[in-house]
């Protein structure tokens, strides 16, 4: 959901209060991402783009193709199925020697401890990566702060990809997960699932 640091409540010793919700439409998250690889680009040319599943790979995918490079996953989550399963990350998906001797550009969606990002670079410098770079699209003001990022805000972040979930019967339904969040912001009421964006406001 809004962190690989460690996840949810109970298991997260990083998970706090929020007084806002920032639903991101797709829309605004092309934007984003946009934006992410323009300040990137001004101090950082990757030869590789390394993105942290699940929700690092969408921004790194974008980030390979602007750059014209290759994009390999690794996953690195105290989640299994959508599940908090471990109070620390946990390898699934290890980098490979294809990163030996590049300038790796390594992605993830949010940073909040750093702890995940902080563990992937230790993998990648272990597999001799030559140059690492972190980026992210969003923190929070008290994050610890990655080489780059383009939205710190204290409020939920709510990411399109993974708001709502299918229910066997075809329903659509919020994520429970932070649907739990948004009803403990005061006079926030969610949009029902699934979320659209009105004809027109694309871009």
């Known amino acids: 959901m809004t962190t690989n640091d460690g996840s949810a409540s109970g298991l ?3 998970h706090h209060a929020h007084n806002s919700v920032e639903e991101i439409p797709w829309s605004r998250l092309g934007s984003l991402m946009t934006d992410l690889v323009d300040q990137i680009r001004r101090r ?3 030869d590789l783009v ?11 995918v974008y980030a390979s193709s602007a750059f014209s490079v290759d994009f390999l996953p690794i996953k690195l989550s105290s989640r299994h199925n959508e599940q908090v399963v471990s109070e ?7 980098p490979t020697d294809r990163v030996r001797d590049q300038r790796v550009l390594l992605v993830d969606d949010i940073c909040i401890a750093g702890r995940t990002l902080g563990l992937a670079r230790e993998a990648l410098e272990a597999r001799g990566a030559r140059e690492i770079m972190t980026a992210v699209l969003g923190v929070h003001r008290d994050s610890v702060k990655p080489d780059f990022y383009v939205l710190e805000t204290d409020s939920l972040i709510v990411w399109p990809w993974d708001r709502d979930q299918i229910q066997a019967d075809g329903t659509w339904i919020i994520n429970p997960e932070y649907l739990e969040e ?4 005061e006079d926030y009421s969610p ?5 659209r964006e009105k004809p027109g406001s694309w871009r």
């Not at 949009?191 to 979320?195: D, Q, S, T, V, W």
């Open 182 to 185: 948004m009803l403990t912001v």
């Open 44 to 46: 950082f040319r990757p």
């Open 50 to 60: 390394v993105g942290i599943a699940k929700g690092g790979v969408i921004p790194a």
């Open 88 to 94: 620390t990350p946990v390898w699934h998906v290890h």
């Open 191 to 195: 949009p029902p699932a699934p979320a």
């Open 12 to 14: 997260n010793p990083y």
